[in-house]
C-alpha cells in the first residue's frame, strides 16, 4: 500500500534556477497540501487543493512559488528563481475525503539552494 | 489567532523511564487535535487523532490524553526506538488547516 510519493528527495540548486518538486498523493485522497518545514519556523503550510483545484495559497511566500495539480494522482511546486533562503524541506500530504481530517505526509524534498 | 505550544523543547530519558509530553493550544472551537511520530530525514508519521476533552487513545507505549486546553503524550517504559519529534496539531471547525507545534524531540539512552 503506497503512502505519499514526493520526487526527488534531495535538490540541490544554484540561486537563480527553476526548481521543480513532485508529489504523487495516495491513491483516492480527495485533497492535498505542501508544506515547508524549517528550524526557525517549523512546519508551515504553502498551499492546499481539493479535487484538483487550489483552495488557498495565502501560504505561498512570494510570486517565485507557484503550485500545480493536473490531476488526481500528480501535484507540482515549483520555485522559479530560487534563492538561498528557499533551502528548506518541503513535504507534501494528502487526506481522504468526506472521512477522518488524518493528513499523511510523503518522505519530503530536502532543497538546499547556493 | 490560534496558538499551539508544546514543552518540553527536548527530553532526554533512560530505557524505561516514563514520562510526558504536553501540547496546550489556544483555539476558537475545536475540531480535532493530532499527533504526529518524526524521525530525522523523514516525513510526520500519524500517531493519534483526538476529538473530545476525556477522549484517550493508545498505541504501544504511547497513550494521548486531551483536555479542554491541552493534550498529552504519555510514553511508557520507552525504549530507544521510541527517540524521535514529536508534533502536536490542531485543527479547527469549518476548517480544513492543521497548526502545528514545534514539537518535542525525545532521546531514550539504552
Known amino acids: 500500500d503506497a503512502g505519499v510519493i514526493q520526487s526527488p528527495r534531495h535538490e540541490v540548486t544554484e540561486m537563480g534556477q527553476e526548481v521543480t518538486l513532485r508529489c504523487k498523493p495516495i491513491?483516492?485522497?480527495?485533497?492535498l497540501f505542501w508544506y515547508r518545514q524549517t528550524m526557525m519556523r517549523g512546519l508551515e503550510l504553502l498551499i492546499y487543493?481539493?479535487?484538483?483545484?487550489?483552495?488557498?495559497d495565502s501560504g505561498m511566500p512570494e510570486d517565485r512559488f507557484s503550485a500545480k495539480m493536473p490531476n488526481a494522482s500528480f501535484s507540482t511546486l515549483k520555485i522559479q528563481p530560487s534563492e538561498p533562503r528557499d533551502s528548506a524541506v518541503y513535504f507534501c500530504a494528502s487526506r481522504a475525503g468526506g472521512g477522518p481530517d488524518t493528513q499523511y505526509f510523503g518522505p519530503g524534498t530536502r532543497l538546499t539552494v547556493l | 489567532e490560534d496558538q499551539v505550544t508544546q514543552s518540553p523543547e527536548a527530553l532526554r530519558l533512560q530505557e524505561g523511564e516514563s514520562s510526558s509530553l504536553n501540547c496546550s493550544y489556544t483555539?476558537?472551537?475545536?475540531?480535532?487535535l493530532f499527533w504526529y511520530r518524526q524521525d530525522p530525514g523523514k516525513g510526520p508519521e500519524f500517531l493519534f487523532t483526538?476529538?473530545?476533552a476525556g477522549e484517550e487513545k493508545e498505541k504501544e507505549r504511547l497513550k494521548a490524553t486531551l483536555t479542554k486546553k491541552e493534550s498529552f503524550l504519555h510514553i511508557t517504559a520507552p525504549k530507544p526506538e521510541d527517540s524521535a519529534t514529536y508534533l502536536c496539531a490542531v485543527q479547527v471547525r469549518n476548517d480544513y488547516k492543521l497548526s502545528f507545534g514545534a514539537g518535542t524531540t525525545v532521546t531514550v539512552r539504552a
Open positions: 487543493f481539493n479535487n484538483n483545484v487550489p483552495i488557498d
Open positions: 483526538l476529538y473530545s
Open positions: 483555539v476558537s472551537g475545536l475540531r480535532g
Open positions: 491513491s483516492g485522497h480527495n485533497s
